[in-house]
């Protein structure tokens, strides 16, 4: 028997907007309820909705990142649906012409390797309001959120494992963060998921079964998302071994919801098709025509992506895949690392400053490591300073500490808290000398070769080490070391 699963996603991004998508309502959901409102996006009869040109700017940025054809003519349909967070009773979506289609990203595998994900389509639409069921013995709706800007976008099902899944969603939100459409705040709800699940069974005679595609709604964690694919994945499994009707044909699509506590999913309704929606056009918003001069322009001013940056640092900074990842988590953090290479500094040394020393000290100080108060510029030549033997890594961290108060050059700052190594090899050996020569016993005991010798070796470079106050190169002086012994 053979079983693969098949996935597509369907994700909600909210956009970054100042202000709603059909009206001049500020986004803002921390604000009490319902102060965020107006006749627009209360729905009230009369009003007339006017598109907020950032948002689709944002959705157009999105969609070229996504490597989507652009649609040069697009409209707004209302998607038709009664729920007691949407007033007006329907959704103003894009049905027919979606602003972007056919597109696809790349995401990395754990294998190394990447696959490419094709993308259906992405479009804009408003989201609902919220309805509030805590606490109180009646349900209350906040409508802050009613019209806020959503980029749509659906994956074709070629996500074949829970873990597909999630690295795709993760790779998205690394995007839009980097290109800057929106926070994308898992916290603050800003990404919302839902996976299409079957599988395709071939049995022992060759006989192929399709399971019922199965949609979770409403998924706002990665791990949330992981499970809830790899649960359907074992549920369907399970219930065609125990009826092999299970199937697609016979049981049609359904949408399920996911209970996290228990860790599975639940049977919610039978899906509805695009006809129970009752698409129709928006008669209040003109089509939106895309200008090619404007297209060009937001083409010509898209960011270097998060995974081709990526795999120019593993690739021209010989970083290893770990930190390349670590590094490109963030564009400030990524650009900032790129600034330190680029003027001048050795790309592992910056890496390891960077990694080790400045992203812990952006995570206590609640900032990015460009906010640090520390130029492209110091961290380059502080990364030069390691690379050249003039401080050691630990010394290093203790200069960048410095840094942050201490505008001086690195070199300044190492001279003025004498971190500078001692690498004279002539200064040295003269120490080493010293050394070996109050030491004799120890030194026979490296010499002998015996069980003592590796103690005995590091008890002379501990010697070393206090003679100079901890400034000698340890590389330098340990070989100088091992010369004489061997003489
Ligand atoms: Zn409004
Ligand atoms: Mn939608």
Known sequence: MDVKLIAGLEIHVQLATKSKLFCGCKVGFEDPPNSNVCPVCLGLPGVLPLMNKKAYEYAVRTALALNCQMARFTKW????????????????????????????????????????????????????????????????IDLNRTGTPLLEIVTEPDLNSPVECRILAQELQKLVQFLGVSEANMQKGHMRFEPNINLQIIDDDGREYRTPICEVKNLNSFRALERAV????????????????????KMGKQNRGWNDARNETIFQREKEEAHDYRYFPEPDLVPVELDDDWLEKIKAALCELPLAMKQRFIQDYELNDYDAGVLTADRATAEFFDGAVKAGGSAKRAANLVTQ?????????????????????????????????????????????????????????????????????????????????????????????GKKAKKARGFLMGQVMQKTKGQANPKIAGELLDGKLKE
């Not at 790899?230 to 399970?238: D, G, I, S």
């Not at 010394?395 to 971190?419: C, G, Q, R, V, Y």
């Open 230 to 249: 790899a649960y359907e994945e074992w549920r369907q499994l399970e219930e065609w071994k125990h009826d092999h009707d299970f199937t697609l044909e």
């Open 357 to 449: 020393f400045g992203l812990k000290t952006a995570h206590e100080r609640n900032c990015r490591v460009n906010e640090l108060g520390v130029t492209v510029e110091q961290v380059a030549q502080l990364a030069q300073l390691v690379e050249e033997g003039a401080v050691s890594s630990s010394a290093a961290i203790t200069i960048f500490e410095k840094m942050l108060t201490d505008e001086s050059d690195p070199k300044a700052i190492a001279e003025k808290h004498n971190l500078i190594q001692q690498s004279d090899a002539g200064a040295l050996e003269a120490i080493v000398d010293e050394v070996i020569a109050a030491n004799l016993q120890a030194a026979e005991e490296v010499k002998s070769g």
């Open 77 to 140: 349909d209302r998607k038709s649906y009664y729920y007691p967070d949407l007033p007006k009773n329907y959704q103003i979506s894009q049905y027919d012409l979606p602003l972007s289609h056919d597109g696809y990203m790349e995401i990395p595998l754990e294998d190394g390797t990447t696959k490419k994900v094709r993308i259906i389509r992405a479009h804009l639409e408003e989201d609902a309001g919220k309805n509030l069921h805590e606490g109180l013995d009646h349900s209350r």
